[in-house]
C-alpha cells in the first residue's frame, strides 16, 4: 500500500507541475462571479485496497470516480494557511473484472441480511445473452475539511500554489448495480438500486495539490466499503465477509 500511495503522489505531483507552468490565473475555465471559494468538478479512478475476494476484482479502466462540490476558504490569521469547508456529492463506479458477476443481497431479517457475488445467469440475460460490462454504484454526500497551505500567502484568494491535507464524511444516497447485455443482437441494460449493504456512513483522508483552478488529488477511505459482517465472504477456511476499502486518485478543475 505504502509503494502504490507514493507512486500515485509522485505521478499526481508530477501532472500539476507540468500543468502548473502554462496556468497564470486562478480563472482559466470560464468568467467567474464574485463569490468567494470554488465550484470544483473532480474526476479519477476507483480501486479498493484490501480486497480478499477474487470475484470482486476490478478492471483495470471502467471504475470511474466523479465528484461535484463546493469549497469556501478561511485565512488563518495573516499566514499562508486556510481552512477550507464545504459540501460535495460523489458518484463512484466499481467495474468486474470479470463481467459474469453482480451485487444480490440475500433476503431475511436485518440481522441475516449480507450480500453476495451473484453469477449473471440465464435468468436474468436470457439463454441467448452475453454480458458486456457489469458494475456497481455509489453515491454519497459528503463533508470535506481540509487545511491549505500556500506557497504565497498573497494568493490564497487568486488560485496560488497550494498543498492540502484533510478529511471527509460521507452519507449514503443509494446504491445501484447495471447490468450491461447483447441479446439477439440486440443491446439491453438492467439498473437495480438497492443499498446492497453497502456502508451508510463512510470516512477518510485526503491530499491534495492545485494551483490556479487545476489540482490533484489522492483519497483513501478508512471505513469499509460494506456495512461490517454484511460483505461478500472471502476465500478463507472459515469465510468472513471482506474488509475491503476503497481508494482514488484524480484530477480536479474549478468551474469559479
Do not use: W
Not at 69 to 94: C, E, L, R, T
Not at 110 to 119: G, K, P
Not at 127 to 136: A, D, I, L, P, Q
Not at 211 to 228: Q, R, V
Amino acid at each position: 500500500m505504502r509503494k502504490l500511495f507514493i507512486l500515485a503522489l509522485l505521478i499526481l505531483t508530477t501532472t500539476v507541475s507540468i500543468q502548473a507552468q502554462n496556468l497564470q490565473e486562478k480563472n482559466t475555465f470560464g468568467p467567474r462571479p464574485n463569490l468567494k471559494g470554488d465550484l470544483t468538478l473532480s474526476f479519477g479512478l476507483n480501486m479498493l485496497y484490501n480486497n480478499d475476494v477474487e470475484d470482486l476484482n476490478l478492471r483495470t479502466v471502467g471504475n470511474n470516480a466523479f465528484k461535484i462540490g463546493y469549497m469556501y476558504p478561511v485565512q488563518i490569521s495573516n499566514s499562508n494557511f486556510s481552512f477550507n469547508a464545504g459540501f460535495n456529492f460523489s458518484f463512484d463506479k466499481f467495474a468486474f473484472d470479470g463481467d459474469s458477476t453482480t451485487l444480490a443481497v440475500v433476503s431475511g431479517d436485518d440481522e441475516l441480511r449480507n450480500v453476495r457475488l451473484q453469477t449473471i445467469g440465464e435468468d436474468l440475460i436470457g439463454e441467448n445473452g452475453f454480458v458486456e460490462k457489469s458494475k456497481f454504484e455509489t453515491n454519497y454526500v459528503n463533508i470535506p475539511l481540509e487545511f491549505r497551505y500556500y506557497f504565497n500567502k498573497n494568493k490564497i484568494d487568486d488560485g496560488g500554489l497550494f498543498l492540502a491535507a484533510g478529511g471527509s464524511i460521507g452519507y449514503l444516497i443509494n446504491g445501484k448495480t447495471k447490468i450491461k447485455y447483447v441479446e439477439n443482437e440486440q443491446t439491453k441494460k438492467i439498473k437495480r438500486k438497492e443499498s446492497y449493504e453497502l456502508n451508510q456512513f463512510r470516512y477518510g483522508a485526503h491530499f491534495r495539490i492545485g494551483i490556479a483552478g487545476f489540482g490533484a488529488h489522492f483519497e483513501y477511505d478508512f471505513s469499509e466499503l460494506f456495512n461490517p459482517g454484511r460483505g461478500p465472504l472471502n476465500n478463507a477456511e472459515e469465510p468472513v465477509a471482506t474488509q475491503t476499502t476503497p481508494f482514488r486518485f484524480g484530477l480536479s478543475f474549478n468551474l469559479f
